[in-house]
């Protein structure tokens, strides 16, 4: 193996070994719900809604908004979807952002 091939192979090996994590924890930034149903998808719904329009701007990193918005989204993972689809809603108008219609 010539110098430069293996030189070639060690930083392909690298780029390699840092986009593992990278994708990890990118996967990890957005919390999702692991349920289906009626609740389940409108909570998921106001959940991406709020992060898409809301959350990921700047101005509403620090307000404490997505924090509420994931303990949201774990209410309803474990079942309490009234609990976290009024957290959410709240959240809307908080920001205000017109609430989806309910399906």
């Known amino acids: ?3 430069q091939t ?3 192979a060690a930083t392909l090996a690298f780029i390699a070994a840092l986009a593992v994590p990278l ?3 990118t996967a990890q930034d957005k919390p999702s719900l692991n349920r289906t149903g009626p609740e389940a998808d409108r909570c998921a719904s106001l959940h ?3 992060y898409r329009y809301d959350i990921e701007s700047a101005s509403q990193r620090n307000t404490g908004g997505r924090f ?3 303990v949201a ?3 309803c993972g ?3 979807y009234d609990s976290g689809i009024r ?3 709240v959240e809307l108008r908080n920001s205000r952002l017109p609430l989806l219609p309910a399906r």
Do not use: K, N, Q
Request: hydrophobic share 55%; aromatic share 4%.
């Open 1 to 3: 193996m010539s110098p």
């Open 6 to 8: 293996s030189i070639l």
């Open 23 to 25: 994708a990890m924890a």
């Open 48 to 50: 991406s809604y709020l």
């Open 68 to 70: 509420r918005a994931d």
């Open 73 to 75: 989204l774990a209410l």
């Open 78 to 80: 474990r079942g309490d």
């Open 87 to 89: 957290i959410l809603e």
